[in-house]
């Protein structure tokens, strides 16, 4: 007997291969939805999508990313209220297809201001429980309605959905757990690093109050900045711990990159012909707006840069570049320093926390921070370097506009 051929719909082939894609390029859960839904509103013809996860404390369900949406509503992660079409889909645990002015459907409360024409809203199941709900729609009109097919494969791309928030729940288990390691360690790091300051601090009393009952002042000026700087140190670790543990709180809003990067360019600059560094800056003659926290990402590539600074005493080059490529919905910004490098061993662990291969002059937050920032803003970093070669960190940034 003849195995009967499969026959696969070329659109769902097509959903396959671009929910791949999306959890490949995926940094984390809020991009990959996003990504997701931009492959929804692609595949069918929509203005916008959304989509709703329920929150594991509350169990409301809330706006996680979109496409076609404000990015600050989307921003805030508003809740889909009671009698909110979403919220109604939630509770029945069934799809719906509503065609017509969306507005004039008594049954319920629309969170657009938006006049919508068509919309598929479907339920995220998975073991029987709602774990979310997808929505899309048409606006304007003269648009054509949503069909019972465009349903069907709506549903296809739902389940794939889920299918993957389960595989990045699982990876973002293992990370997690892998996490729990590292901050027992970080921990420890932390203790020791306090204990060595406050060993300091304690030292430099006990000789400050011998110098004192000796009455021997001068020796007092002279080591009174021991007791100061050990005190500095202690305070730099407290703030950067606290600006670690902040990192994705801060209020975000449309910025130019450009703006920021010229500003962090004429600060440093300075220093740089202090230290016989040559230092060079470039970017492209279009802003490029971002929707980020302007203090917490020049804090960020100030880390680099002060690092960079830092390994460069004696003078060396460094480069700032900035490069947007049409096809991408990414700006890189490449910082390089002619310093004395990282050792290879120590490459995939510049970003953790507390971790640091000269502890007189750092803490080792500075860059784990810098790590933490850039991720809360949709990108990623990574390092490239070689003893005795120099050092080069990529930021990659999902841009919100180009403007000429």
């Known amino acids: ?45 929509a203005d916008r999508a959304s989509i709703f996860l329920q929150d594991r404390q509350t169990e409301n369900l809330r706006l996680i990313a979109g496409t076609g949406i404000p990015q600050e509503i989307v921003e805030n992660h508003p809740i889909a209220e009671q009698n909110h079409i979403s919220w109604w889909v939630g509770e029945q645990k069934k799809p719906i297809i509503l ?33 979310g709900v997808f929505n899309l729609s048409r606006t304007g009109e003269g648009r054509s309605f949503f069909t019972d097919d465009d349903l069907i494969m709506f549903r296809v791309l739902g389940d794939l959905v889920v299918i993957s928030l389960q ?82 709180t801060a209020i975000k809003e449309n910025i130019v990159l450009n703006e920021l990067l010229k500003d962090l360019s004429d600060f440093i600059e300075p220093r740089c012909n202090i230290s016989g560094i040559n230092l060079s800056f470039s970017y492209p003659s ?32 460094l480069e700032i570049q900035c490069e947007i490529n049409s096809e991408s919905e990414f700006v890189k910004v490449i910082i390089s320093d002619t310093g004395c490098g990282i050792a290879a061993e120590n490459i995939s662990r510049v970003f953790e926390p507390f971790f640091t291969t000269d502890k007189k002059k750092g803490t080792g937050i500075g860059l784990a921070l810098t790590k933490r920032i850039i991720e809360s803003h949709g990108g990623r970093i990574s390092v490239d370097s070689k003893v005795g070669s120099g050092t080069i960190f990529m930021v990659e940034l999902p841009i919100t506009e180009i403007q000429s």
């Open 1 to 45: 007997m003849l195995e009967q051929e499969i026959l696969i719909p070329e659109k769902i082939k097509r959903f396959f291969s671009r929910i791949n894609e999306s959890i490949t390029d995926a940094r984390n859960l809020e991009h990959l939805l996003t990504l997701i839904s931009k492959v929804a509103v692609e595949e069918f013809d």
């Open 99 to 131: 065609n017509g002015p969306i507005k004039k459907d008594l049954r319920f409360r629309s969170m657009s201001s938006t006049a919508i024409s068509s919309s598929i809203i479907i339920p995220l199941i998975f073991e029987n429980d709602v774990i």
């Open 167 to 248: 595989l990045l729940l699982a990876q973002e288990k293992k990370i997690h757990d892998e996490q729990l390691a590292a901050i027992g360690l970080a921990t420890a790091e932390l203790v020791h690093s306090l204990k060595n300051l406050f060993v300091g601090v304690f030292g430099a009393v006990d000789l400050l109050d011998v110098l004192i009952q000796q009455n021997q002042w001068d020796s007092v000026k002279e080591n009174w900045n021991m007791l100061e700087n050990n005190i500095k140190n202690i305070s730099k670790v407290v703030n950067e711990i606290l600006s670690y543990s902040r990192v994705g």
């Open 286 to 317: 279009k802003r490029i707006i971002l929707w980020a926290n302007r203090e917490s990402l020049y804090n960020a590539f100030m880390n680099i840069l002060d690092n960079a600074i830092k390994v460069m005493p004696n003078g060396g080059k």
